[in-house]
């Protein structure tokens, strides 16, 4: 029986539940390491024990990055599963969790197996996290039978909840210059801290990037990562990264470029949100904004945590809007910039992100870009103003702290 669930995060738990019992779809559970994709599957073991009281015996969890030596190949997992299967005489239904499931060459095939078995239903649930693994692989892998969820950092509800804070400035500054990363609150002391950043960065460039890739120029692809932690909010087009390279004697081209940055995205540690010409209506490819899965890579490259809130707070915003799966994208206006632009389903959002509306000059940029559009879609400025201006023209004046918790 698995005791170690960790904190119960309900906003996966919920969507996930939703597909149990449906054999038919394999669930999927992604995003960059360290986020506690692991400690989500033993919550949801524990559910299926505990509210269901499903049969211990009638659960198999198998984390392959622990036991890779117990079973080295897809033979010998297969056996093992089917012994298994055997011994505890499972007649109705099974539950397969497989932790890190691309540490099996021949992985698709196995699952693939026990979704068409005749003879017993196989609820499967298996977590990735590394470049091994691509979505577009996935789904030819699994011919799309399957439904994926991205499991993010801590958001900030979330960080609030597992420490017992309040939501209020001291707690949400000290949220936003510190890491996200579930697995790293267990850490007392900054040295710790930043010593385990360092080695998740170079287990994910090294390990989920240069080896699959047979990267050649290791330092470029550091370095490329550096500078975009170093300037996240920045629109940039590749051209313009190479040229910056240049300036830092660092000597690249386009393709090498992209090749490298979308490496960096199939890991989930950087995402590029696209910037859409609503003039042309079409999204521009070659500009683009980067933002970081844990802000504390920036603070990380940055020896002052006071420099630029604003983009750490754009950042911080983007990133809950992902968690609340929206598809976003900056929004480019004749010569203005629209910061967010989310959709879903049928539901459309507007965000733009501030620091502080300190004067009218400062109200009327961030406002009047929203002014600008003339739907009845919802429009927020977010920003850490305590005084707020109630209802600009329609337009939604909120504190961020209440924006992230707003749901």
Request: hydrophobic share 40%.
């Amino acid at each position: 029986m698995i005791t170690n669930i960790g904190y119960i995060r309900t906003i996966y738990l919920d969507k996930i539940l939703k597909y149990l019992d449906n054999p038919e779809l394999i669930k999927v559970l992604i995003w960059q390491r360290r986020v506690g994709k692991s400690f989500i599957m033993k919550q949801i073991i524990n559910f299926l024990s505990e509210e269901k009281n499903v049969n211990i015996d009638n659960i198999i969890y198998i984390n392959l990055e622990v036991d890779y030596m117990k079973y080295p190949s897809i033979t010998e997992l297969d056996f093992y599963i089917r012994e298994y299967i055997k011994i505890n005489k499972i007649k109705w239904r099974l539950y397969l969790f497989m932790d890190e499931i691309q540490e099996i060459e021949g992985w698709e095939k196995l699952l693939n197996s026990y979704r068409s078995n005749d003879n017993l239903d196989v609820d499967i649930f298996i977590t990735w996290s590394n470049a091994n693994l691509l979505s577009s692989e996935l789904s030819t892998y699994l011919s799309w039978r399957y439904i994926d969820f991205e499991i993010h950092p801590f958001s900030y509800s979330e960080y609030l909840w597992y420490h017992e804070f309040e939501n209020n400035n001291t707690n949400f500054l000290s949220y936003l210059n510190t890491t996200w990363i579930p697995e790293m609150y267990k850490l007392q002391d900054e040295e710790s801290k930043i010593h385990y950043l360092g080695w998740l960065k170079d287990t994910v460039i090294l390990k989920d990037i240069v080896r699959r890739y047979n990267i050649k120029d290791v330092d470029l692809l550091e370095k490329l990562f550096d500078y975009l932690a170093s300037n996240i909010w920045n629109l940039f087009s590749l051209n313009s990264i190479v040229k910056r390279l240049s300036w830092l004697n660092i000597q690249t081209n386009t393709i090498t470029l992209w090749n490298y940055v979308n490496y960096l995205e199939k890991t989930y540690i950087i995402h590029s949100c696209h910037r859409f010409d609503i003039k042309g209506k079409r999204i521009l490819e070659w500009e683009k904004k980067y933002y970081l899965n844990d802000v504390w890579f920036n603070n990380y490259f940055n020896t002052s945590y006071d420099f630029w809130w604003w983009r750490k707070l754009e950042n911080l915003v983007y990133n809950q809007l992902k968690l609340n799966w929206y598809n976003v994208t900056v929004w480019n206006l004749w010569d203005l910039e629209i910061d967010f632009v989310a959709e879903k389903w049928n539901e459309k959002i507007y965000v733009q992100v501030a620091y502080l509306i300190t004067d009218e000059k400062v109200a009327s940029r961030e406002f009047w870009n929203l002014l600008k559009l003339k739907d009845n879609y919802t429009k927020y400025v977010v920003s850490m103003d305590e005084i707020l201006t109630n209802n600009y023209e329609g337009i939604i004046h909120m504190n961020i702290k209440d924006f992230l918790i707003m749901g």
